[in-house]
Nanobody
């Protein structure tokens, strides 16, 4: 049985930082991805980390500000978000992928989703 759960969301001022956590369990090893969905917008992937942790992937919108990390294949996955902007406001979801790598990853690669955690960037 696959289980994924996020935590750490909240309210942060522009320019501030927040760290999200994702605990997960499932068969074998797998990559973990973070997505977000703002009101009225499509869900977008914001980071992915391979099962070993040695490969990561970010879109340009968060590159240089967000960092995804994990110690090993079964440890929690963290999303460190720095220099946050109002446009980062969204519900953030953690997801377990069907594979170990993050190359060209999309929602079609997702095996299990977390319930989401709200992140609001506002003064």
């Amino acid at each position: 049985q696959w289980q994924v759960a996020e935590s750490g969301g909240g309210l942060v001022q522009p320019g501030g930082s927040l760290r999200l956590s994702c605990v997960h369990s499932g068969l074998g090893v797998y990559a973990i991805g973070w997505f977000r969905q703002a009101p009225g917008k499509e869900r977008e992937g914001v980071s992915c980390i391979s099962s070993s942790g040695d490969s990561t992937n970010y879109p340009d919108s968060v590159k240089g500000r967000f960092t995804i990390s994990r110690d090993n294949a079964k440890s929690p996955v963290y999303l460190q978000m720095n220099k946050m902007k109002p446009e980062d406001t969204a519900v953030y979801y953690c997801a377990a992928l069907k594979r170990v790598g993050c190359s060209a990853w999309t929602e079609a690669d997702i095996r299990a989703w977390g319930q989401g955690t709200q992140v609001t960037v506002s003064s």
